[in-house]
């Protein structure tokens, strides 16, 4: 699809829009506290990972490279991110090598490494909330599940914490496969996307958000967390007489917030401080490599913005997967104005 195009060119236009993707999207979604960070920020990754992977003579290095730009972008321009979704993003580029490397690209290795990434996601989550929340969080899940069934005259619990952890991760994995689904068709749709001519863009003023609208989304994280411990710390104030009621709902809420205080002023910097300089030893080997997909960012908007109109005329799913494909094969073929 990208023939007429020279490999290294490909690889470092794909390598800037994962970059834009992660520390854009993502940092967005993230600073939001949205739950649905994961699927797609996560989805796009793996569309762009395939990409790289298919278009590089060897896949290890190609990928290493793109992982080291992408996370070097992400500490500078995105550096209220959690460690988490480094974590995340990390595991689906060596999973990627792993399986791209030893068994090529294809649509099994698709589907694998959606479906592997996605199931890694939901355990990442659930492991979170128990080291938040302990054990306490799924007690109250089961005694909350025992009470609604007794008001409502059902045998069998409404829903279990086990039952609830299958249908989480069952729920992650299928959705995997159906993003690995979505990118072969977004792969189909690209080689049926007509390039007439090479699209040229002026460089855009970057946009910086003001610390004020951060503080506003960073409110917004702190209530939705107040407001899950809340829903959580119910069950077991006022339906438990096992568990101390009362007792152990002052219990899981002093050691939630502790566990949170922890995690966000301490732990959390730390982690991010040590990656910073674990990353910082190739930053001068790819500051070149930095600096072009940084000036790319301007370029990408636009053509982003101009592949949203093209897919005007469609509507739903539909529309978002030709807007991928149009956003993606624009971004590659387009000229910027010192070439």
Same mark, same amino acid.
């Given at each position: 699809?990208?023939?007429?195009?020279?490999?290294?060119?490909?690889?470092?236009?794909?390598?800037?829009?994962?970059?834009?993707?992660?520390?854009?999207?993502?940092?967005?979604?993230?600073?939001?506290? @949205?739950?649905?960070?994961?699927?797609?920020?996560?989805?796009?990754?793996?569309?762009?990972?395939?990409?790289?992977?298919?278009?590089?003579?060897?896949?290890?290095?190609?990928?290493?490279?793109?992982?080291?730009?992408?996370?070097?972008?992400?500490?500078?321009?995105?550096?209220?991110?959690?460690?988490?979704?480094?974590?995340?993003?990390?595991?689906?580029?060596?999973?990627?090598?792993?399986?791209?490397?030893?068994?090529?690209?294809?649509?099994?290795?698709?589907?694998?490494?959606?479906?592997?990434?996605?199931?890694?996601?939901?355990?990442?989550?659930?492991?979170?909330?128990?080291?938040?929340?302990?054990?306490?969080?799924?007690?109250?899940?089961?005694?909350?599940?025992?009470?609604?069934?007794?008001?409502?005259?059902?045998?069998?619990?409404?829903?279990?914490?086990?039952?609830?952890?299958?249908?989480?991760?069952?729920?992650?994995?299928?959705?995997?496969?159906?993003?690995?689904?979505?990118?072969?068709?977004?792969?189909?749709?690209?080689?049926?996307?007509?390039?007439?001519?090479?699209?040229?863009?002026?460089?855009?003023?970057?946009?910086?958000?003001?610390?004020?609208?951060?503080?506003?989304?960073?409110?917004?994280?702190?209530?939705?967390?107040?407001?899950?411990?809340?829903?959580?710390?119910?069950?077991?104030?006022?339906?438990?007489?096992?568990?101390?009621?009362?007792?152990?709902?002052?219990?899981?809420?002093?050691?939630?917030?502790?566990?949170?205080?922890?995690?966000?002023?301490?732990?959390?910097?730390?982690?991010?401080?040590?990656?910073?300089?674990?990353?910082?030893?190739?930053?001068?080997?790819?500051?070149?490599?930095?600096?072009?997909?940084?000036?790319?960012?301007?370029?990408?908007?636009?053509?982003?913005?101009?592949?949203?109109?093209?897919?005007?005329?469609?509507?739903?799913?539909?529309?978002?997967?030709?807007?991928?494909?149009? @956003?993606?094969?624009?971004?590659?073929?387009?000229?910027?104005?010192?070439?």
């Amino acid at each position: 699809m990208f023939k007429e195009r020279d490999s290294k060119l490909v690889i470092e236009r794909l390598t800037a829009l994962w970059a834009l993707n992660e520390c854009g999207l993502g940092g967005f979604m993230h600073a939001l506290g @949205s739950p649905f960070t994961g699927i797609l920020v996560g989805g796009i990754s793996i569309l762009l990972i395939s990409l790289i992977a298919s278009h590089a003579t060897k896949v290890w290095p190609a990928l290493i490279k793109a992982l080291s730009i992408v996370l070097l972008i992400k500490l500078s321009v995105s550096p209220h991110s959690p460690i988490t979704s480094y974590v995340a993003v990390s595991f689906q580029a060596f999973l990627g090598m792993l399986l791209y490397g030893i068994f090529s690209v294809n649509r099994i290795t698709i589907l694998l490494l959606g479906a592997l990434t996605f199931l890694e996601s939901a355990a990442q989550k659930l492991l979170t909330l128990t080291i938040i929340y302990g054990q306490s969080l799924w007690e109250a899940v089961d005694i909350y599940s025992a009470w609604v069934s007794e008001k409502l005259s059902i045998i069998e619990y409404v829903v279990s914490s086990k039952t609830l952890i299958i249908l989480f991760i069952s729920f992650y994995t299928c959705a995997g496969i159906l993003v690995g689904l979505l990118i072969l068709r977004i792969i189909k749709l690209m080689k049926a996307v007509d390039i007439s001519e090479s699209y040229h863009f002026s460089k855009a003023t970057q946009v910086k958000e003001s610390q004020h609208k951060y503080a506003k989304n960073s409110k917004k994280l702190f209530l939705f967390w107040m407001i899950t411990l809340l829903v959580v710390m119910l069950p077991l104030l006022f339906f438990s007489a096992e568990f101390n009621g009362w007792k152990g709902g002052l219990y899981l809420l002093a050691r939630s917030f502790l566990v949170l205080v922890l995690w966000y002023f301490v732990m959390g910097p730390l982690l991010l401080k040590g990656l910073n300089k674990l990353l910082s030893k190739h930053k001068s080997v790819y500051q070149t490599n930095i600096q072009n997909t940084l000036d790319l960012f301007p370029h990408l908007k636009s053509i982003i913005q101009h592949a949203w109109q093209d897919s005007s005329s469609l509507k739903g799913l539909n529309r978002m997967q030709h807007f991928m494909a149009r @956003s993606i094969v624009y971004s590659v073929h387009f000229n910027s104005s010192n070439e």
